[in-house]
């Protein structure tokens, strides 16, 4: 497995979630890692994403919710997610794009889910 992803489950409005994605030394240097979902009926959507140099991008929905590091002694992403709305209640994803050949790598889903 390259992209081990956890830390999803239920939450209730208002709460909090840490979502952590191991990533495997075998893809190399990581230019871009981020995270993704998708809820039922809709495409997925790029939720945050960190860049070599640092920069993160965050989507509109979590711009001020959500924080994406990452820790390159550990070779993770973390998503900490706060102040968390039924709206964010998706299977979320985390990607990352090798340097070398700018190749995908795909994590498994982890289930989010926020009643209200």
């Known amino acids: 497995v390259q992209l081990q992803a956890s830390g999803g489950g239920l939450v209730q409005a208002g709460g909090s979630l840490r979502l952590s994605c191991e990533i495997s030394?075998?893809?190399?240097?990581?230019?871009?890692a981020g995270w993704y979902r998708q809820a039922p009926g809709k495409e997925r959507e790029q939720v945050a994403i960190i860049i070599s140099g640092g920069s993160t991008v965050y989507g509109d929905s979590v711009n001020g919710r959500f924080t994406i590091s990452r820790d390159n002694a550990k070779n993770t992403v973390t998503l900490q997610m706060n102040s968390l709305k039924p709206e964010d209640t998706a299977v979320y994803y985390c990607?990352?794009?090798?340097?070398?050949?700018?190749?995908?790598?795909w994590g498994q889903g982890t289930q989010v889910t926020v009643s209200s």
């Open positions: 030394r075998s893809i190399g240097n990581i230019y871009v």
């Open positions: 990607k990352v794009v090798a340097t070398w050949g700018r190749r995908d790598f």
